[in-house]
């Protein structure tokens, strides 16, 4: 078990050692972000600009229009809320290869409550030209992300979470921008899910298969650009459509394979998300289950 | 210097040709800061380039000025003249506010208040990485309402950015009334002082008086950012349109634009 955030922070020690051009920028929160880890090796390239996101990503831009490999880190409520203008004008329209780097993303924040856990992110980032959004959905996905786009010629967000997540990849396997990863081969239903959500559909998905029922899981790492050929097959295929992430059903995830299957393959989706509300404080596990985002839910949708 | 006050004259004509060809643009606060872009790119910049483009960097932070940016940009050689008439038209390399796709620009602006933000960016890449040169970012007065400049006041005292040369625009209007009407960010001066820069005012239509004073804050050497503020007037060059804040970002009439000319030629 290990959050995505905390992967990432490791992976930023490890590429801070092998490239001096690595540069890690944070708005007050490293030691939430987890960048304070990079902190502490290489103070000299890791620039605080203090509690203002705006100025965080225009100076992530001023360093990348110089060269550097900035990595930009702060809530995600923040970074693409407060920030959301600078992303685009600055960052995206001059195509720059600044890495939006978001920890506590979606409800999983807990605890902080509804003002904390950003729900609009994914919706927020994809409609901006130039730019990608990858949400990894455990410590190996996020550490070979996070290493992928390190020389990527232009803007990419990254999704991550506060909470822990278990580990469901080994070192061998890849994760390549525009791709995805199918996880066994039930024609039942077929779920796709994003970063946290994965390990619960995979959960689902053992349980179902001890009824005899066969689905499969489609992890959608890659939200932007989408895996467009692997959505199409695997629906193609499957008895009922279902996605699951714990961000608004407006915009999010499950929109973009609406979107997909509606010029391509037009078909029933079942979205699982949060239904246009705000979150609320609580446990992970207890938010999450009070706005049905659970293995239960998946299981309901799959027998219905 | 009687050649760059020559070079300012073509420009002030460049301008309003261009906002004319466009029937659209922002006249008032390109004539102001005609004599501090002249002043750059004919004097005080290193146009020499290294692995990072050009040494010295310029970032137009108030990006309505573009007029005023191409037309500087075009007496370098950056774009071709003939290209100026192309102006905000479809098909053009010149949109209307600029943008990094246009030769010699070095950032895309117009959304204001993140021109400094990317300057401390540069400068900050400098110092990391022990390279020479300087960062000018030019702001508008208005401008400075916006939050996020005084956010990046505060990232380039913290990071004692001394490579960094910023300038205001103080032509003291802005597109709804002067600056005391709308939400004044007056005193600039004692603001920017507070952020820990060094303040230096001077006439911004004195060509030799903005050199001077960008010479004198690269000798304080003293480990601060800079501003030089410039006194300036909206619509300079142009009797009848000077220190009307109307004219912010409308093109001229007919007649005016045959006045205009005749008082530039």
């Known amino acids: 078990m290990k959050s995505t955030r905390k992967a990432y922070g490791e992976t930023l020690v490890v590429l801070g050692e092998e490239d001096k051009d690595v540069v890690v920028l944070d708005a007050d929160l490293a030691s939430a972000t987890q960048t304070s880890m990079y902190k502490n090796k290489f103070p000299e390239r890791h620039i605080n600009v203090g509690i203002a996101e705006q100025d965080l990503v225009g100076t992530a831009s001023g360093l990348a229009l110089m060269g550097k490999k900035v990595y930009a880190s702060t809530f995600a409520v923040f970074l693409t809320g407060r920030a959301y203008e600078q992303i685009r004008n600055t960052v995206a329209y001059n195509n720059l290869p600044v890495k939006l780097c978001a920890t506590h993303a979606g409800l999983t924040v807990g605890e902080d409550g509804a003002s904390h856990q950003m729900l609009e992110d994914i919706a927020l980032m994809r409609v901006i030209p130039n730019m990608t959004v990858l949400s990894p959905a455990d410590e190996i996905a996020t550490k070979k992300i996070i290493r992928d786009i390190k020389d990527y010629n232009g803007p990419v967000y990254v999704r991550l979470g506060r909470s822990d997540v278990p580990a469901i990849y080994t070192n061998a396997e890849e994760f390549e921008i525009g791709k995805s990863i199918v996880h066994g081969d039930g024609i039942d239903a077929v779920v796709f899910a994003t970063g946290y959500t994965v390990h619960i559909a995979l959960e689902a998905m053992k349980e179902l298969k001890q009824n005899k029922i066969n689905i499969k899981v489609v992890d959608i790492y890659s939200i932007k650009p989408l895996d467009k050929e692997t959505i199409i097959s695997s629906a193609k295929e499957a008895k009922r459509i279902i996605t699951i992430e714990e961000h608004n059903i407006i915009g999010g995830m499950g929109s973009a394979i609406c979107e997909v299957l509606s010029e391509l393959l037009p078909r029933q989706v079942i979205r699982i998300g949060v239904e246009d509300k705000f979150g609320k404080s609580g446990s992970a596990k207890a938010v999450m289950e009070k706005y049905k985002i659970t293995k239960e839910r998946i299981i309901e949708e799959v027998l219905k | ?265």
């Open chain 2, 1 to 265: 210097m009687e050649k760059l006050q020559d070079i300012c004259k073509e420009i002030r004509r460049n301008i309003v040709e261009m906002v004319n060809s466009a029937k659209s643009g922002h006249i008032g606060g390109s004539m102001s800061s005609v004599e501090l872009m002249v002043a750059l790119y004919h004097n005080v910049m290193d146009l020499n380039t290294n692995e990072n483009g050009r040494i010295d960097k310029f970032i137009l932070s108030k990006g309505h000025a573009s007029p005023v940016y191409y037309a500087v940009l075009a007496s370098k050689r950056y774009i071709d003249k003939k290209e100026l008439l192309t102006f905000r038209k479809i098909d053009s390399n010149l949109e209307g506010h600029p943008s990094i796709k246009t030769n010699g620009v070095d950032v895309s602006s117009g959304s204001l208040g993140q021109g400094l933000s990317i300057a401390n960016g540069m400068a900050l890449a400098k110092k990391l990485d022990d390279k020479p040169g300087y960062v000018y970012c030019l702001m508008g007065d208005g401008e400075l309402e916006e939050g996020q400049i005084w956010e990046a006041a505060m990232t380039a005292s913290q990071y004692k950015l001394d490579n960094l040369i910023a300038f205001v625009d103080y032509n003291g209007l802005q597109i709804d009334g002067a600056l005391s009407e709308v939400a004044s960010p007056e005193p600039i001066d004692k603001k920017f002082e507070a952020f820990g820069f060094n303040v230096i005012t001077t006439n911004g239509h004195e060509i030799e008086d903005i050199i001077d004073s960008i010479n004198n804050i690269k000798n304080l050497k003293n480990s601060k950012p800079s501003v030089l503020i410039l006194n300036t007037i909206k619509g300079k060059g142009i009797s009848f349109i000077e220190g009307d804040y109307r004219y912010h970002g409308k093109a001229l009439s007919d007649e005016e634009y045959i006045r205009a000319t005749k008082e530039l030629a």
